[in-house]
């Protein structure tokens, strides 16, 4: 039973660089979301998506992408690294939109943008 | 969109006492979520609370949901050391997030032993 699983659990990258952040889950869960966690300042929403097919802006939109192409995966995007994308970064999924049941976190990415 | 305020931002403690935080927001929550985060891990659901008044536990934590909707709490007994972490309060935004979770900053607990 892995839950939601977050690859890779470090990374750095050098400004302007990009990467994908993966992230999966096994629980037939339609709704997905990415957060970044910077120190002392919680949990930030990043993007969301309400099934396959559909996304939408959080909080903190800018500078990532994502695409939702089948119900398990939901890909986080960071097209030109910069140092304020260095941060702890959750997936997270869950079965009803407005948390009710509250989320199921991945155990994170760490990443570093030098 | 709404925001809430967890306080202490951090607490150092002795094995043994007891731990009481809160968190509070400047409108109502219909829920209120604990999630506890372990050094290098994702949160985790401690403990969710649904009703105005509700007082739900989980072992040593217990949390109360508060009657004016806009606030919560979280107690723990007699802490021992693998209660080190971050503890949040999460709560669905229905104002800018389309009931999306929010989240607190988190109170930072450390255990001597």
């Known amino acids: 039973n892995a839950g939601v699983t977050q690859t890779p659990k470090f990374r750095i990258l050098k400004i302007g660089q990009s990467m994908t952040l993966q992230c999966t889950q096994d629980m037939n869960h339609n709704y997905m979301y990415w957060y970044r966690q910077d120190p002392g300042m919680g949990l930030k929403l990043i993007y969301y998506?309400?099934?396959?097919?559909?996304?939408d802006k959080g909080e903190v939109p800018n500078g990532y992408n994502v695409s939702r192409s089948t119900t398990e995966d939901f890909p986080l995007r960071l097209e030109l690294a910069a140092p304020s994308q260095t941060s702890v970064y959750f997936c997270?999924?869950?079965?009803?939109?407005?948390?009710?049941?509250?989320?199921?976190f991945g155990s994170g990415t760490r990443l570093t943008v030098v | 969109g709404q925001q809430l305020n967890q306080s202490p931002q951090s607490m150092f403690i002795q094995e043994g006492e007891d731990v009481s935080m809160n968190c509070t927001s400047s409108?109502?929550?219909?829920?209120w979520l604990w999630y506890k985060q372990d050094p290098g891990e994702g949160p985790v659901l401690l403990i969710a609370?649904?009703?105005?008044?509700e007082l739900t536990s989980n072992g040593r934590l217990t949390a109360q949901f508060g009657i004016t909707r806009k606030d919560s709490f979280l107690n723990i007994s007699a802490s021992i050391p693998s209660d080190v972490g971050i503890y949040f309060c999460?709560?669905?935004?229905?104002?800018?997030?389309?009931?999306?979770?929010?989240f607190g900053k988190g109170t930072k607990l450390s255990v001597k032993p």
């Open positions: 609370l649904y009703k105005a008044g």
């Open positions: 409108s109502i929550f219909n829920t």
């Open positions: 998506s309400v099934g396959a097919g559909i996304t």
């Open positions: 999460a709560g669905p935004d229905y104002g800018g997030s389309q009931g999306n979770l929010i």
């Open positions: 997270a999924s869950s079965y009803a939109q407005q948390g009710t049941y509250g989320y199921t």
